[in-house]
C-alpha cells in the first residue's frame, strides 16, 4: 500500500498538503467561533498525520534491514 517507491515523496507532499488543509480549516473554526464541525477536521488531521508517521517507520524499518 505505502510502498517505497520513487513516488512515496509524491504522496507524502499530497498527504502532507491534505494535513495543511485540515489545519487551516481547525484555524478558521476557532477565528469564526463557530466549532460545530470542526472536530472532523482535527480527527481527519491526525487520521493523516498516524499515516506519516506509519510510512516513515516503515521506512525506517526497511532501512535497518539492509
Do not use: P
Request: with cysteine.
Amino acid at each position: 500500500m505505502f510502498g517505497l517507491t520513487d513516488n512515496s515523496s509524491k504522496r507524502i507532499s499530497e498527504i502532507e498538503l491534505m494535513r495543511f488543509v485540515a489545519a487551516f480549516l481547525i484555524l478558521c473554526c476557532h477565528m469564526n467561533g463557530t466549532t460545530n464541525y470542526g472536530w472532523i477536521a482535527v480527527e481527519f488531521f491526525f487520521i493523516l498525520s498516524g499515516i506519516l508517521m506509519a510510512q516513515s517507520a516503515s521506512r525506517i524499518l526497511a532501512e535497518k534491514r539492509k
